[in-house]
């Protein structure tokens, strides 16, 4: 079996800053359009850094590329960070982040299939993963293809029920070629998702529906290109990482604080931060 190898410093470093790049252009998006979803953008940068820029296989300048492995934002609120991790790709010109929401823009408040990176229109919260897992049993059984397909999800759609009903397919049929990504951010939309940060009650919760799971914390680029990793070597699973996260991350006096969802951030919020 292949051992893992922590990456150096440098690449380490690199997705940090990745990490924040994406926060600021997401925020720079948001302000832009006077509305959109800054604080869940932020709560996912490390895991979206990590996720594009040392995990996943694809060709940026080809986003329908058959082989390319597949990703899914069943939080779509959370598009901006989507489009902005494209932009560092290359795929996306950085400066049509500021055109997010405008009617001529295809930069939308969620993500549509009018874009080519985008498979599945998301935002109808709980549904990401039912796709996910139609994509994950295609390539599996029907494709027999190599490409891996990733699901970010938020804490707050956990709530639904078409969650577990997906959770518990991509176990029967053992999709070890698909990763949930939990972003367990602790605050939902109106107030704070029901399980909170307790992390053990979510870990029992996916182990029981028959899932590979890693608690992990999901602004730790380190921890979290091991996590993907073991991911990779886990026979006749699907895997769920666990991320506990801060609603907000890096915004001085909106971090993890009540309030803050669905508003863009006031400049001089955006100054002291």
């Known amino acids: 079996m292949t051992s893992y190898h922590k990456p150096d410093e440098k690449t380490l470093q690199g997705l940090k800053d990745i990490a924040n790049k994406l926060r600021i252009n997401s925020i720079k998006a948001t302000c832009a359009s006077n509305s959109g979803?800054?604080?869940?953008?932020?709560?996912?940068?490390?895991?979206?850094?990590?996720?594009?820029?040392?995990?996943?296989?694809?060709?940026?300048?080809d986003p329908r590329n058959q082989c390319n492995d597949r990703f899914?934002?069943?939080?779509?609120?959370?598009?901006?960070?989507?489009?902005?991790?494209?932009?560092?790709?290359?795929?996306?010109?950085?400066?049509?982040?500021l055109n997010l929401r405008?009617?001529?823009?295809?930069?939308?408040?969620?993500?549509?299939?009018?874009?080519?990176?985008?498979?599945?229109?998301?935002?109808?919260?709980?549904?990401?993963?039912?796709?996910?897992?139609?994509?994950?049993?295609?390539?599996?059984?029907?494709?027999?293809?190599?490409?891996?397909?990733?699901?970010?999800?938020?804490?707050?759609e956990c709530s639904e029920g078409?969650?577990?009903?997906?959770?518990?397919?991509?176990?029967?049929?053992?999709?070890?070629?698909?990763?949930?990504?939990?972003?367990?951010?602790?605050?939902?939309?109106?107030?704070?998702?029901?399980?909170?940060?307790d992390m053990e009650v979510y870990r029992k919760r996916c182990e029981a529906f028959g899932w590979n799971t890693y608690v992990v914390d999901g602004h730790d680029v380190e921890e979290l290109c091991k996590a993907f990793w073991q991911a990779k070597q886990v026979k006749d699973k699907p895997t769920?990482?666990?991320?506990?996260?801060?609603?907000?991350?890096g915004l001085k006096d909106i971090e993890d604080l009540d309030n803050w969802h669905g508003k863009p951030i006031p400049k001089d919020k955006v100054d002291a931060s």
């Not at 993500?111 to 990176?117: E, M, N, S």
């Not at 897992?133 to 494709?143: E, I, N, P, Q, R």
């Not at 397919?169 to 939990?182: P, Q």
């Open 37 to 61: 979803h800054p604080t869940s953008c932020c709560s996912a940068a490390e895991l979206m850094s990590v996720l594009f820029f040392n995990t996943m296989r694809y060709k940026a300048e």
């Open 72 to 97: 899914v934002l069943s939080k779509g609120h959370a598009a901006p960070i989507l489009y902005a991790a494209w932009a560092e790709a290359g795929y996306v010109k950085e400066s049509d982040l």
């Open 102 to 156: 405008k009617i001529d823009s295809d930069l939308e408040g969620h993500p549509t299939p009018k874009l080519a990176f985008v498979d599945v229109a998301t935002g109808s919260l709980g549904q990401g993963l039912g796709a996910s897992c139609g994509m994950a049993y295609t390539g599996k059984y029907f494709d027999k293809s190599s490409y891996r397909v990733y699901c970010m999800m938020g804490d707050g």
């Open 162 to 197: 078409s969650v577990w009903e997906a959770m518990a397919f991509a176990s029967y049929y053992k999709l070890d070629n698909l990763v949930a990504i939990m972003d367990v951010n602790r605050l939902g939309q109106s107030e704070a998702a029901p399980l909170k940060h």
């Open 240 to 249: 769920c990482i666990v991320a506990k996260t801060l609603k907000g991350k």
